[in-house]
C-alpha cells in the first residue's frame, strides 16, 4: 500500500515537471501518423477508433493506439499495446518498452480518447512526444493542445469536429 502512494506521487511529480517544462511547437507539417490513447476500461469500440484515421486521410497502418486498464492482467485486445500500473515503477519511471517506444514516437497527432481523470493516462499524454495533442475533455487543461469537448460516446461527432479544426490549421493533406 505504501509502495503505491508512493508510486502515484512519484508519477504526479514527473507530471507536473512535464507540464510545468512544456514548450508549444506549433508547426504546419501534414499529418501523416497518429497515436491515439485510450482507456480500455471505459470504452470496447476499439474499431470504431481505428476510422480516425480514414476521416483525417491518414493510412491504417499508420495510426498506433496504446490503452490502460486498470485491471493487473494485460489483456490481449485488438490494439496494439495495453499497460496497466505495474507498467510503472515505484519511482514512476516507464518499465514496459512498448509504452515506451510510445512515448518515444514521434506522431503528428497524439489523440487522447478518455475522460476518467486516470494519473497514468494523464502522464503517458504529457510525457508524448507528439507535435499537436488532441484530446476531449479533461479536467487539467495543461495536457493537450487542442480540447474537443464532445460526449465520450459521440465518436463521430469527435471526428468531425477534429476533421474541422485541423483544416483550419491546415493540418489535412488535401
Not at 503517458?124 to 480540447?147: E, M, P, Y
Request: charged share 25%; proline share 1%; hydrophobic share 40%.
Amino acid at each position: 500500500m505504501i509502495l503505491k502512494g508512493l508510486k502515484e506521487k512519484s508519477i504526479k511529480k514527473k507530471l507536473n515537471s512535464l507540464l510545468k517544462n512544456r514548450e508549444a511547437n506549433f508547426n504546419t507539417d501534414k499529418i501523416e501518423n497518429i497515436g491515439v490513447i485510450l482507456n480500455a476500461d471505459e470504452t470496447n469500440d476499439f474499431e470504431a477508433l481505428k476510422t480516425i484515421a480514414q476521416t483525417l486521410g491518414v493510412l491504417p497502418n499508420k495510426v498506433k493506439i496504446i490503452a490502460f486498464t486498470a485491471s493487473s492482467k494485460a489483456q490481449a485486445y485488438s490494439w496494439d499495446a495495453c499497460f496497466n500500473m505495474k507498467d510503472f515503477t515505484w519511482n514512476g519511471k516507464v518499465n514496459n518498452t512498448e509504452l515506451q517506444t510510445f512515448i518515444d514516437t514521434k506522431f503528428d497527432l497524439l489523440i487522447s480518447y478518455y475522460v476518467e481523470d486516470v494519473l497514468q493516462l494523464k502522464y503517458l499524454t504529457a510525457a508524448s512526444n507528439a507535435n499537436l495533442k488532441v484530446g476531449i475533455f479533461q479536467h487539467d487543461k495543461r495536457i493537450n493542445d487542442l480540447i474537443i469537448k464532445t460526449e465520450f460516446n459521440k465518436l463521430e461527432l469527435f471526428k468531425a469536429e477534429l476533421k474541422k479544426y485541423l483544416n483550419v490549421l491546415n493540418k489535412l493533406h488535401s
